[in-house]
């Protein structure tokens, strides 16, 4: 299900595919080599797109923005690795907003209900 906003409102594209990846970069991949569209953050496709190897389709039409989710136990002590990669996300997703949802017990599981 791909999500656009337009002039005309939001609207939904329920997707019927012979294809289906998983895999950002085989998405990319199988669309240079012909085997469908897909739908990517601008900067995996930039170069393609730069260098014809894709076209932009419909550009009257904004994406919808998506989640994403960052899941960790709170009880354990962060790597540098993981500090570097969450400080990597954080400098670098345009965020609109931050809304975390933690648990002070290492084995509750919280809902936004909670």
Same mark, same amino acid.
């Given at each position: 299900?791909?999500?656009?906003?337009?002039? /005309?409102? /939001?609207?939904?594209?329920?997707?019927?595919?012979?294809? +289906?990846? /998983?895999?950002?970069?085989?998405?990319?991949? %199988? %669309? +240079?080599?012909?085997?469908?569209?897909?739908?990517?953050?601008?900067?995996?496709?930039?170069?393609?797109?730069?260098?014809?190897?894709?076209?932009?389709?419909?550009?009257?039409?904004? %994406?919808?923005?998506?989640? +994403?989710?960052?899941?960790?136990?709170?009880?354990?002590?962060?790597?540098?690795?993981?500090?570097?990669?969450?400080?990597?996300?954080?400098?670098?997703?345009?965020?609109?907003?931050?809304?975390?949802?933690?648990?002070?017990?290492?084995?509750?599981?919280?809902?936004?209900?909670?």
């Amino acid at each position: 299900m791909w999500r656009f906003h337009g002039n /005309d409102g /939001d609207f939904m594209v329920n997707l019927h595919s012979r294809l +289906i990846i /998983d895999n950002g970069q085989a998405q990319l991949l %199988a %669309a +240079i080599q012909g085997l469908g569209i897909t739908l990517q953050p601008y900067p995996m496709v930039a170069h393609a797109l730069d260098t014809g190897k894709l076209i932009r389709v419909l550009d009257q039409y904004q %994406a919808s923005d998506i989640d +994403i989710h960052i899941v960790y136990p709170v009880s354990q002590r962060l790597t540098p690795k993981f500090t570097a990669f969450l400080e990597y996300l954080l400098t670098t997703l345009p965020l609109t907003k931050m809304n975390p949802i933690v648990s002070p017990h290492p084995n509750q599981v919280l809902n936004e209900s909670n």
